[in-house]
Nanobody, 122 residues
């Protein structure tokens, strides 16, 4: 199947920056969607940013102009550059990958990573 691992979270002051990475591995044939979600305590999971196979991107209104999503197809990796961070950006950030993979033929599905904590605080 497909394994997904995020990295890059941490503690940062308001106004600071972080870069998250998400690497997909396994018997991947092609990746058609790469998305970042976040979930704060007591809140629903929300879509932060997404990028598809033709590099079309979309962003939540709350992060437009501050966050940038990009992908490295050779590495099956998606990045989320987060600038001008605010305390309300504090959450667990989760990567979701849509991929075709080889297992007794060609299959497809969406897979989640375990998440990485981002905390924005003085």
């Amino acid at each position: 199947q497909v394994q997904v691992v995020e990295s890059g979270g941490g503690l940062v002051q308001p106004g600071g920056s972080l870069r998250l990475s998400c690497a997909a591995s396994g018997s991947i044939s092609a990746i058609y969607a790469m998305n970042w979600y976040r979930q704060a305590p007591g809140s629903q999971r929300e879509l932060v940013a997404g990028i598809n196979s033709v590099d079309s991107t979309n962003y939540a209104d709350s992060v437009k102009g501050r966050f940038t999503i990009s992908r490295d197809n050779a590495k099956n990796t998606v990045y989320l550059q987060m600038n001008s961070l605010k305390p309300e950006d504090t959450a667990v950030y989760l990567c979701n990958i849509g991929a075709f993979y080889r297992q007794s033929g060609l299959r497809s599905g969406y897979y989640w990573g375990q998440g990485t904590q981002v905390t924005v605080s003085e």
